[in-house]
Each structure stands twice: as structure tokens, then as C-alpha cells.
């Protein structure tokens, strides 16, 4: 029997469950677009009641017809049993039966569909449920990047997707069996089984039935939203107004997404589907008569209505049957045995299915691993997402494949950035609840991963420590402990340690400072340098010390200074240098004194004592002064002693001067002078040599050049010459009046 042609007369009704037939009371049953079929049936039950379990699941079979020759197969599954019974007599059997598809309604499951557009995810979870789905789409659609079916059934999962695209289903019965269809072009749907036409008849009573025929038909109107508004944000562009518009009015719908749909055509798209799915509920039309060929997702060609614009092609939409007929041995049943109410739009208006499949919602935190590739231990994007792999994902493999790109909450700080590690434990939450869009807030512990310290031991700590990638075995770290009486800041750098102050910095250490540091250390300071050290200083340099001043250098010493040099040292000075002491100053050399300038060179002070091991130089481009104001001079030359002055050589003490020079002493200037206002006392075990136009040698008392055996006293008034031989051969001797020449 085809589904558009049947016997004429008979039962409307008849059922057979696993090829075993049942006598049918009543049926009653509602199908529609987008929904799953439910008939319920009523049978007389047999003398022997039938085993309820061996029922369900089984095979069933309905064929309808309207007794005049249009008829239909309805086939599902039995997925409900009841045995009703009076008495002996008067038993029923009660049968529901549905789809086989709705079998995916009564498990739940929670996985992830990766890189998958809405026909492939649905294929896919058909597919495992054993539901064959007859694809007739005109529509291309975008592939998503990351859906999750979170608990809910395979059913409820497919139907959110399905109506989130504007795509709707039905079933097509034949005699081979049900068939999903799924599309999303409701003004191309295919006609009624037998032809479109169906004559409309104003209702005539059951005598005057001429056939199959629909008998009351017209408008019904609802109130809908006339506008929809879907705004959407894509954090890759955040500039980006992702938002989609259409309709006008007043009753705008908005829904604000968050994150999810990347561009505004995406966010366009989906408030169209949205406006046709309220279009298509807020004017429909409604009929009735005795059809049972009005099948859900049919189009039908209505014909002869009394109101002209309420003939034409029609989309069905929805459809319920009643049927009460007539049972062995008893009273004729219902003048009407089959009635169809039904449901339908004109077939140029566009169908979506509504959305009224909740979407699936995260409640509260969830734990989830960050998860990457073999061999990395850190494994963000270019954006600072992690890869995570939630808890309940139990379809993932914990590797890079996993999960999705997540996006990581960060700390108020404008630039601050922390990423989570391959293997950390993470509590997630979603963007306004929806499981496809999780965010990385927090890391907790695990077996796997404690806490950093011992605990409770360690509970007064505050710590933030990184581990050195790859391979671990090193960290940075910074620590607070509270504890009181022990409190303390740790931080410790694995490697190198960067500190930049964009101005000032101020450090107050109200105690101790020790500072440890292995290998080199540097400081530049840009202007001034400036420390002050109340009590004492101790400097240990273990190679050489270098200092470089490119302008003046002072040192101001409130007490003594002690500088012990274990080799040589040696004073270079460009122009003039100048000691002044105040009191006693004493140079002990043990080697030689080599003194030059390019300057004049002056001391002064009011006793000094010099004493050179080997010989002492001294040189001077310009002027060279000695002036010892107090006790006295002392200067002791274990060798030579050598003076060269470009001008003058002065030396002038108030005191005592003693000079002993153990080898030669020579004198180069212009001028040389040396004063002494008590006694000048110059001993040369060498040679003493001075050039010069003129020579002046005065003593204020006394003056007494000695060598060897021989001497002469100068006093002022005699001069007393001593000697063991005296040659005056062509000399000649004057003495001016009062004054007196001995010669011994």
C-alpha cells in the first residue's frame, strides 16, 4: 500500500508491534516541525496478556486512512506499555509510540566538538545513535571552533544546535520506515504523499462525507517581538562592533551574548533567523477535517474556501489526530472515527523553528587541566590563552589537541601577565554561563601539584614562585612570612635579577645591610654620588682598586689617616700641587723619591723630616718652595739627591735644617735658595755641586763649611780658615777696615 492510497470503508486505524497485530480502541497523537511524534494508542488486549517488557522497543507499525482512500504508514518504536483490566472481559492495552530518534532523549553526556560545523556535530551524534538523518540543507554553515553538549541528552543537544542555525526537522513515513529529515528551506518542502489539493467543505455532517477534504480552516495571530537585536564581542578585536539588527518596533528583543560570535555577519544572521522564527509563530492558520495525509513538513494546496485568500499553498506545521472506532461485538463507535487538527503557514513564508531548547549552563566553578603538546611545559597563543581541558571531557586526551584556547584572568595591573603551566589544576568559569566560552580563573592544588611549603607548618606564608622552564630545579620567588617575632620578605632570582626606577628610590634599613656578591659588580650614577657613614668603614679590595675623578677630588679626614702601600706608588700632577701641615710631617722612603710637576711645587708645614733610603729627584717646570714654619727640617738621602727647578728653588725654615746627603747633591735653577733662621746644617758625604753667576751662602750668626780636616768659620766679624796645608799662590786676600782673616 503506498502512503497516499488505501482501502475505502474500514477501520481508520490499524497497529502491528514485531509483526504481531492489535486491535485498536483509539488513537489519539501530536506531530510536528521540529519535535518528536507521539501516538498514543488504545487496544482491546488479548486473552493472554502480552509480555509489557518484551513491547517496548519493539517495531511499530500504524497505518492510517480516512476511508476514502487516502492513507498514510506511520512507524516507530513502542516506547511505553500499560495493561488496564476490569475483569475478564474488559481489558486494554495502552502503547505510546515515538520515533526511534527518541531514544537519544533518555541518556545525558557531557563531550567536545572541535572545528565541526552544525552538520557534522549532528551527524555525528546521530550516527553513534544509530539514527539514520536525511540531509536536504541549501545553507553553507561556519565550522565552530569549540561546541560542548554539556548534561544534556544526545536529543536535547541537537535540537539546541539545530535551532541555534535556523534548521528544522520531520519525519517522512513510508513503508520502509521513518526517515529524519533535516533542512532549512521550508518554501521548497515537498508536497503531500498523493498530491498537494486538498477541496475545503464547510462541515455536512458525517451522511454527507464526500471524501477526504478539510472543513473548517482560518487565521490565528499572536504577539511577538518585532525586533531582534544580537550583540556579540570578539576579544581578538575588541574594537570590532559585533552586532547584528533587524526588524522594527518597539518589542525589541535584545540579547546581549558576550563573547562567541566573531564578526557581524554572524551576529546579523542569527537575529534574522531569530525575527523569521517570531514571524513564523505570529500569523498562522488553523484547520480541521478528516485527512490524515497533513504531514508535518508537507505542503498542501487548499482549495475552494469560501475566503478567497485563504486558498493557496500551505507549509504544515503541526498536526493531531484523533480516531475512536467501533470494537467487536459492541456499539458503533463515534459518528466522526478521525479528526485532524492541524497547523500551517503559507508556504512563502519561511519556517525557522523557535528557540525553546535552553542553552546549556555552567552553575558555579569548574575544575579543568591546562593541557599542550609532549615535551613543552608552557604552551600559550599570541594572546595569552591557554589550552584546557575540562574535568568532565572525558572523550579528550589531555593533550594539544584538547579542549579549547581559554582566556586567563589576569591581576588588576595593566600590563601583568601570569599563564598557567601544562598539568596545573584551573577553576573555570563562563561567559554568561555558557559552557563554550570558559575562562581561566585560578589554580588550586592537587595530588600532584601541593601546595609550595609544608602545611600547616608554613600557613603563615604568602608566597609567588615560578619554575625555571624546561626541567624545573630552580625558581623565582617572592615570600611574606607573618609569623611574629620571625617576620620577613624573600625574593630570590634564579638568574638574573632586573630592577628599573623611572625616579627616585628611597631604602630605609633601620639595622643591619650585608651584601654578598660573587663576581663582579658595577655602579654608574648619573650626576652625584653621595654616602655618609656614621661610625666605621672598612674597605677590602683583594686585587687592585681603581678610581678615575674627572674633575676635583676631596677627601676630608676628621682624625688620622694610615695608608700603607705593600709596593710601589707612584703621584702624577698635572699642574701645582700643595701640601699643608700643621703640624709635624715626616717622608720615609726606603728606595728612592722621584718628585716631578709641571707646576710649581710648594710645602709647607712646621716640621718635617724626610728620610729617603736611595736617591731623591725632584722636578719642577716652574717654581720650587719649602717653608717649615716651627720646629724645624730634617731631611735624610741615603744616595743622591738631585733638584732641578726651570725658576727658582726656595727653601726657608724657621728652625733647625738639617740636610745629610749620603751621596752627590747637584742643584739646577735659576735661583736657589735655602734660609734657615736658627742653624743650617748640610752634610754631603759626595759631592755638593752649584753653578751660577752668583753664589750666596748666608748665615745671620755663623756659617761653617767643613771637609775633611779642613774649615771656615764665617761669624760677622771674622773668617777663620783651618786647614792642614794652605796654598795661597797667586790668590789675594782683602780685609775690609774692622774686619779680621785668620789662617791657622
Not at 572545528?115 to 546521530?126: E, G, P, Q
Not at 519561511?350 to 615535551?375: E, N, W
Not at 607548618?457 to 614562585?465: F, G
Request: aromatic share 6%; charged share 20%; glycine share 10%.
Amino acid at each position: 500500500m503506498s502512503p497516499a492510497s488505501g482501502q475505502v470503508g474500514g477501520e481508520p486505524c490499524s497497529l502491528s508491534v514485531g509483526g504481531e497485530s492489535f486491535e485498536v480502541v483509539a488513537l489519539e497523537g501530536t506531530e510536528a516541525v521540529s519535535e518528536l511524534y507521539r501516538y498514543e494508542l488504545s487496544c482491546v488486549c488479548p486473552e493472554q496478556l502480552p509480555d509489557l517488557a518484551a513491547l517496548l522497543n519493539a517495531e511499530a507499525r500504524i497505518e492510517l486512512q480516512d476511508g476514502h482512500g487516502a492513507s498514510r504508514p506511520i512507524v516507530g518504536i513502542v516506547t511505553e506499555a500499560t495493561a488496564l483490566a476490569a475483569d475478564e472481559e474488559h481489558r486494554l492495552l495502552n502503547l505510546v509510540v515515538r520515533p526511534p530518534a527518541y531514544r537519544l532523549t533518555l541518556g545525558r553526556d557531557s563531550r567536545v566538538f572541535q572545528d565541526a560545523t552544525v552538520v557534522d556535530i549532528v551527524s555525528d551524534v546521530l550516527s553513534r545513535g544509530g539514527i539514520d538523518a536525511q540531509w536536504e540543507v541549501g545553507s553553507s554553515y561556519d565550522e565552530r571552533v569549540y561546541t560542548a553538549q554539556y548534561r544534556e541528552s544526545d536529543w536535547q543537544f541537537v535540537s539546541r544546535l539545530l535551532e541555534e542555525e535556523g534548521i528544522y526537522y520531520w519525519f517522512d513515513h513510508d513503508q520502509a520506515g521513518s526517515a529524519l529529515v533535516l533542512t532549512d528551506h521550508s518554501t521548497d518542502a515537498p508536497e503531500l504523499h498523493g498530491g498537494a489539493p486538498i477541496p475545503f467543505e464547510r462541515d455536512a455532517g458525517a451522511q454527507q462525507a464526500s471524501g477526504e477534504r478539510v472543513e473548517l480552516f482560518g487565521d490565528a495571530i499572536r504577539v511577538v517581538p518585532s525586533k531582534f537585536t544580537i550583540h556579540s564581542f570578539d576579544p581578538e578585536r575588541p574594537a570590532l562592533k559585533v552586532q547584528g539588527s533587524t526588524g522594527e518596533g518597539l518589542r525589541e528583543w535584545y540579547a546581549a551574548r558576550g563573547a562567541g560570535l566573531a564578526d557581524p555577519a554572524a551576529a546579523q544572521r542569527r537575529a534574522e533567523l531569530q525575527l523569521e522564527a517570531a514571524q513564523a509563530h505570529s500569523d498562522v492558520r488553523r484547520g480541521a477535517g478528516p485527512s490524515v495525509r497533513l504531514v508535518p513538513g508537507r505542503i498542501f494546496d487548499l482549495q475552494g474556501h469560501s475566503l478567497t485568500r485563504l486558498d493557496g499553498r500551505h507549509f504544515v506545521t503541526r498536526s493531531a489526530l484523533q480516531i475512536e472506532q467501533r470494537r467487536r461485538g459492541r456499539a458503533r463507535a463515534a459518528d466522526r472515527p478521525l479528526r485532524c487538527t492541524f497547523e500551517c503557514l503559507p508556504a512563502a513564508t519561511a519556517f525557522r523553528p523557535p528557540r525553546d531548547t535552553p542553552r546549556a549552563k555552567q552553575a558555579g566553578l569548574q575544575t579543568a587541566q591546562v593541557v599542550g603538546p609532549s615535551g613543552q611545559e608552557v604552551h600559550p597563543d599570541s594572546s595569552g590563552r591557554v589550552r584546557v581541558q575540562q574535568r568532565w571531557d572525558r572523550q579528550g586526551q589531555w593533550d594539544d589537541e584538547a579542549g579549547r584556547w581559554v582566556r586567563v584572568i589576569q591581576r588588576g595591573t595593566a600590563e601583568s601577565v601570569l599563564l598557567p603551566r601544562m598539568g596545573w589544576n584551573v577553576l573555570t568559569v563562563s561567559e554568561e554561563g555558557s559552557v563554550d566560552l570558559p575562562v581561566v580563573v585560578a589554580r588550586i592544588f592537587d595530588g600532584e601539584h601541593p601546595p609550595t611549603y609544608a602545611l600547616p607548618e608554613a600557613m603563615t606564608r604568602v608566597t609567588y614562585r615560578t619554575a625555571t622552564t624546561p626541567g624545573g630545579g630552580s625558581f623565582n620567588e617572592l615570600r611574606y612570612e607573618d609569623i611574629s617575632g620571625s617576620q620577613e620578605m624573600f625574593m630570590n632570582a634564579s638568574k638574573n635579577m632586573q630592577v628599573t626606577v623611572n625616579d627616585a628610590k628611597t631604602e630605609a634599613v633601620h639595622n643591619d645591610v650585608t651584601q654578598s656578591i660573587g663576581v663582579n659588580s658595577s655602579s654608574d650614577v648619573g650626576n652625584s654620588a653621595s654616602e655618609n657613614v656614621v661610625g666605621n668603614q672598612s674597605v677590602t679590595v683583594g686585587g687592585n682598586d681603581e678610581q678615575s675623578t674627572g674633575a676635583a677630588l676631596m677627601q676630608l679626614i676628621g682624625a688620622d689617616q694610615y695608608l700603607s702601600v705593600g709596593g710601589l706608588r707612584k703621584l702624577w700632577v698635572g699642574l701645582t700641587e700643595s701640601t699643608h701641615v700643621v703640624n709635624v710631617r715626616q717622608l720615609l722612603v726606603g728606595g728612592a723619591l722621584i718628585d716631578v710637576s709641571l707646576g710649581d711645587v710648594s710645602l709647607t708645614s712646621p716640621l718635617t723630616n724626610v728620610l729617603v733610603g736611595g736617591a731623591m729627584v725632584k722636578c719642577s717646570v716652574n717654581e720650587m718652595n719649602e717653608v717649615v714654619n716651627g720646629w724645624g727640617a730634617y731631611q735624610t738621602i741615603g744616595g743622591a739627591k738631585f733638584e732641578l727647578a726651570a725658576i727658582n728653588r726656595a727653601g726657608s725654615v724657621t728652625g733647625a735644617y738639617t740636610e745629610t746627603v749620603g751621596a752627590t747633591m747637584t742643584a739646577k735653577t735659576k735661583t736657589y735658595s735655602d734660609q734657615s733662621d736658627s742653624t743650617l746644617d748640610c752634610t754631603v758625604v759626595g759631592s755638593l755641586e752649584a753653578t751660577g753667576k752668583e753664589i750666596l751662602v748666608e748665615g745671620t750668626s755663623k756659617l761653617e763649611l767643613v771637609s775633611g780636616g779642613s774649615s771656615i768659620t764665617i761669624t760677622d766679624g771674622e773668617v777663620i780658615v783651618k786647614a792642614p796645608a794652605l796654598d795661597q799662590t797667586g790668590g789675594i786676600i782683602v780685609a775690609e777696615a774692622g774686619g779680621k782673616v785668620k789662617f791657622n
